[in-house]
């Protein structure tokens, strides 16, 4: 079992930053490729980007390469979303979700366990 908890959401003007967290239990956090998902209202939820267990290998959809980062920490079971040049459109809750297993995925059905969500508003 894996418990995620974001942070660090907010309301930010368009162009500038923000960085979510999620801190996670469990003692297997290194074998999970975790990922960042988002939800606008009325939308489906859509993938952000993903990081391999070993941090090595990184993902990201079209709409944020570029502009996001993701990292992760397996000391203190930690991952990060560094959130750069933010837009109107990237305003949505933002979902940490954990894979079990060694292989990416950017599908909701691929990740087993999520975070509640933390919102993120960009304002003009």
């Known amino acids: 079992q894996v418990q995620l908890v974001e942070s660090g959401g907010g309301l930010v003007q368009a162009g500038g930053s923000l960085r979510l967290s999620c801190a996670t239990s469990g003692r297997t956090f290194s074998s999970y490729v975790m990922g960042w998902f988002r939800q606008a209202p009325g939308k489906e939820r859509e993938f952000v980007a993903a990081i391999s267990w070993s941090g090595g290998t990184t993902y990201f959809s079209d709409s944020v390469k570029g502009r996001f980062t993701i990292s992760r920490d397996n000391v203190k079971n930690t991952v990060t979303l560094q959130m750069n040049s933010l837009k109107l459109e990237d305003t949505a809750v933002y979902y940490c979700?954990?894979?079990?297993?060694?292989?990416?995925?950017?599908?909701?059905?691929?990740?087993?366990?999520w975070g509640q969500g933390t919102q993120v508003t960009v304002s003009s």
């Open positions: 979700a954990a894979r079990e297993g060694y292989t990416w995925g950017s599908r909701v059905p691929d990740y087993k366990y």
